[in-house]
């Protein structure tokens, strides 16, 4: 599934809609601002084109270029053309808001994101039904901040945490990025995983991995995260089997114990 390699920069890529802009004078941003059907017909066609799926979005609250590039988009639903009236994907509210020369320099930082309602059959993001209530980012000023995921996965709990690098803090803005190594923990119904995720070379690795199904723990213990077609990394395959204890003990409980169960 494309779309789930694509899934951590698409909100930040949703900056780029139209390459054009990078070469636009301020002025004519400013301008096009004022044109809401063209600006919305553009987001449709980018949407459409990172999910393989026909967008269509129903109101547009605000979109700004300059100083920051800040959209608000409302009751937006994918369906396949063959079947317009079956919408497999669908999101309630989508913001996000970045400086306008991150966008030139593609630096991926960002001033905040909030997403709201999105529901996803199976096999559309993940391989099982999602529903995000929430998410956005955390920062109380006191703990590092953080992207925090809340919802419902294959009809389980679901809660992830994924830490940030606060690059900036003004009195009224901060400015956040992914750093290169990232604390991240997810909890599917009585399933946990904790760890950071960390860059070895070339190859991403998750540090001091830490699995917790039911009452039994694995772990810590660093795990490669290789991107090899007969290699599925623990995090795909607790995505695979959901809130399923038998099975995730089954399947993805190799990667600490040096069996081959991490093998398709």
């Given amino acids: 599934m494309e ?25 004519t941003l400013k301008l096009l601002e004022r044109q809401p059907e063209l600006l919305r017909e553009g987001i449709e066609n980018y949407l459409s084109e990172i999910t393989a799926l026909s967008a269509r979005v129903e109101q547009t609250g605000h979109i700004k270029f300059y100083p920051s590039f800040d959209m608000s988009l409302s009751r937006i639903s994918f369906y396949d053309i063959s ?11 989508m913001e996000i808001k970045m400086p ?3 966008i030139l320099l593609n630096a991926r930082n960002f001033e905040s994101v909030n997403v709201q309602g999105l529901k996803a059959k199976p096999g559309i993001i993940f391989p099982k039904a999602l529903e995000v209530k929430e998410a956005g980012i955390i920062d ?9 995921v809340k919802g ?12 940030l690098e606060r690059e900036k803090k003004t009195a009224e803005q901060s ?26 070379g070339r190859q991403p690795v998750f540090r001091e991995a830490l699995l917790q199904v ?20 623990i995090t795909s395959c607790l995505f695979e089997y959901g809130a399923n204890e038998a099975l995730v003990k089954e399947h993805c409980t190799g990667y600490f114990n040096g069996d081959d169960n991490n093998k398709k």
């Fill in 175 to 200: 400015l956040y990025k992914i750093a290169k190594e990232t604390a991240f923990s997810i909890k599917i119904g009585k399933i946990s995983l904790d760890g950071t995720f960390a860059e070895k």
């Fill in 152 to 163: 419902k996965y294959d009809d389980a709990d679901l809660d992830i945490h994924i830490g």
């Fill in 214 to 233: 039911g009452d039994t723990t694995y772990g810590p213990q660093d795990l490669d995260l290789s991107a090899d077609e007969d290699y599925v990394s």
């Fill in 140 to 148: 109380d000023g006191i703990l590092p901040p953080q992207i925090h």
């Fill in 83 to 93: 079947d317009p009236d079956f919408f497999p994907m669908t999101i309630e509210l």
């Fill in 3 to 27: 779309i789930m390699k694509k899934l951590p920069g698409i909100l930040l890529k949703l900056s780029i809609i139209m390459a054009i802009l990078t070469g636009l004078s301020i002025g």
């Fill in 100 to 102: 306008f020369l991150s």
